[in-house]
């Protein structure tokens, strides 16, 4: 579905610096991809997060999980510069970028895949796509991104002339992504991309997200399932009512049943 060309070179380069440094333990470690320090959004007067800290390391899947409305999905709002935090740090690839403007942000090589979607209906899947390269002068260029994205999912090809309205709910989803990769992000944020899917296209789209990831794009990814979260990340952090209440590697939280319990119903 993937083709090694169709991943950004700064992408390719990341993974394969993450392999070097792996292979010997005497060199030290990089800084996060992302850091996210100790920052408070407020929508209005109501703080909606209270001192969120995590980090991502390039070319990992990091999820984020918890109950509706614990602040996950504005987490990622203030990463893309969709919200201002009212204090904290975001650092990309070593600069700041809390508060800054959302398009310098896609440029900076980040992609915000947001929740339910939000394709436009009434264009078709290739307008659609092209609306992800809209800081992309070379017309060229955007045509090499939309044969990418046609390569990695030929549904969407199969597709090209029709109205995204018209498309069901599991290839809308895979439009919305084909969109954010048509920026050549090096972070992929994925906001609950299972959101109304049937479990077999959910588990289409997941493998989607690993071979996004096995060629070098790392992932922040929101999913209320936590078992389709954990089975595709790494690491995660637990939220809950605006905090993180716990982060650990998958495989420990699954076998933690009282903390499940305790922060997301099971």
Partial sequence: MLIEDSVPSAAREAKAAGAAAGASATVAAAPPLLSVQDIHVCYGKAEALHGISLHVNAGEVVALIGANGAGKSTTLRAISGLLKPASGQIVWDGKPIAGMAAERVVAAGIAHCPEERHVWPEMTVRENLMLGAYLVKSKSEVERRLAIAFHRFSRLKERERQLAGTLSGGEQQMLAIGRALMSEPRLLMLDEPSLGLSPKMADEVFEVVREINRHGVTVLL???????????????????????????????????PDLLNAYLGG
């Fill in 222 to 256: 929101v999913e209320q399932n936590i078992h389709n979260a954990l089975a595709v990340a790494s690491r995660a952090y637990v939220f809950e009512t605006g905090a993180i209440k716990a982060s650990d590697r998958s495989e420990n939280l699954l076998n933690n």
